[in-house]
């Protein structure tokens, strides 16, 4: 049965993630389309033909967006820069920005507090602590801002919230003894799960929606790249104040390591979530079109390397840092799968970026595979540790997770099912890695004793 909501709202992601629209202007046009289709069926058409036609009435999403651009060329720049004419839309942003500095500003407090204790960032006996605990330092402000501009129960605020306080007590009452190892892997996984957390609140009450959690997927690869650019501006800004008062004999180099880099590091990462979440419907295409241009190199790169490691022999049972570069290349893959498969719409026929990814996918299982078995042969030569029980679980997830992928993208080129089903896969496997993450943070450091 033709389900017109779902395919309304298909076709309304396709244009958030295919042209350069405002989420207003969406819904402007998703208007024009209920208003055909309730116009054919009155004439006799069905749902489905109404649809279609309506659609096709519209026009191209290529062509829409075009003749969009032409007369909104600068909108992108002009509503970062100029204050919005809709009061109420002006009002929004404001808001925002005030807690875009308030909260920079409590997060960069909150990582002096521990000054008080005579802990410093730059002292080394220090360091491991402000390694583990960064995440917690940043992360619950960014989710009190989605709280504020995404709908969510006060029972969902209270109980994502309580999840920080919670972590930060547990993993900070947890001792640690030489080597550290169990340690090393919280302060490495952490990050990853708290980050997790706070897509819940990015989701708010959609949190079970397949689309709304490849949204976040979105979300959070532009946010990275936005936070690496600007902060490389901000390296580029503390260098140049460091020359220009070295030319008169003054020192601010401690000054930058305390303060500069403390606040604005921690402004870094809250512009650049703003600036994703202010003007997602411009630059969620930024990450997949860098996907696009860097999968064929990591395909060629990886085929390479196969046929050289059969060439020439090299085993890579014997050594540990050829697997940890395995572990970091096959995130590096999914990472790569993920946002082609995120800027692709549902209806789209298979092209040419479906069947590089399916043969990135294949190249990354093999060396999965590789790696697989170089840790269960580490294991029964050296016994267990903390890190090769971590690796050996992140390596079965992410067989498991590309051999998924790789089955769904078979049975979708031969027409038996949907697109759709490969999203699902997909944002419903987020929830193992978050099990994972929870497993390596809190239940490793018991298991092996805090070592």
């Not at 996907?291 to 990886?302: E, W």
């Not at 069947?355 to 990135?360: G, H, I, P, T, Y």
């Not at 042969?377 to 390596?395: C, D, H, Q, W």
Request: with cysteine; net charge neutral.
């Amino acid at each position: 049965m033709f389900d017109l909501e779902f395919n309304i709202r298909s076709w309304s992601d396709y244009l958030r993630s295919h042209g350069s629209f405002k989420n207003a202007d969406i819904l402007e046009m998703e208007s024009h389309l209920r208003d055909e289709i309730d116009e054919l069926t009155q004439n006799g058409l069905s749902t489905e033909e109404a649809f279609l036609i309506g659609v096709k009435r519209l026009g191209n999403v290529n062509q829409i967006s075009h003749e969009f651009h032409k007369v909104n060329s600068e909108d992108f720049w002009k509503h970062l820069l100029v204050e919005s004419k809709d009061p109420i839309e002006s009002r929004k942003a404001r808001t925002n920005i005030i807690l875009v500095i308030a909260f920079s500003l409590f997060a960069g407090t909150l990582l002096k507090v521990p000054e008080l204790f005579g802990m410093h960032l730059i002292d080394d006996s220090s360091m491991m602590f402000y390694f583990k605990n960064i995440s917690l330092f940043l992360f619950p402000f960014v989710a009190l801002f989605f709280m504020v501009n995404h709908v969510s129960s006060r029972k969902w605020k209270v109980a994502i919230l309580s999840v920080f306080v919670i972590t930060a007590l547990i993993i900070n009452v947890y001792p640690s003894f030489s080597p550290n190892s169990t340690e090393l892997l919280t302060a490495f996984h952490l990050p990853i799960l708290l980050w997790l957390v706070t897509g819940l609140a990015f989701l708010g009450k959609e949190w079970r929606s397949s689309r709304k959690r490849m949204d976040f997927i979105r979300f959070s690869g532009e946010t990275f790249i936005y936070g690496v650019l600007i902060f490389c501006g901000l390296m580029v800004f503390i260098l140049f104040s460091v020359m220009l008062f070295s030319a008169i004999q003054v020192d601010i180099s401690r000054f930058t390591v305390e303060y500069l880099i403390v606040y604005g590091g921690s402004a870094v990462l809250m512009v650049s979530v703003y600036l994703v979440e202010a003007k997602k419907s411009v630059v969620e295409n930024f990450t997949p079109i860098l996907a696009k241009i860097f999968s064929p190199l990591f395909l060629m790169t990886m085929i390479a390397f196969l046929i050289a490691m059969l060439i020439l022999g090299k085993s890579p049972f014997m050594e540990r840092d050829f697997l940890i570069g395995f572990d970091f290349m096959l995130v590096l893959v999914l990472a790569l799968v993920l946002y082609v498969i995120s800027s692709r719409g549902l209806h789209d026929k298979a092209n040419v970026h479906d069947f590089l990814n399916f043969a990135l996918i294949v190249a990354a299982l093999i060396i999965n595979s590789i790696a697989l078995a170089a840790i269960l042969f580490r294991l029964s030569m050296y016994g267990i540790t903390p890190n090769k029980v971590a690796a050996l679980g992140e390596n079965i997830l992410l067989m498991v997770n590309l051999g998924g992928l790789a089955w769904l993208y078979s049975s979708y080129f031969m027409k038996k099912i949907e697109f759709q089903r490969l999203e699902n896969w997909q944002t419903n496997y987020l929830s193992l890695y978050f099990g994972w993450m929870a497993v390596v943070v809190f239940l490793l450091p018991i298991v092996f004793s805090f070592r």
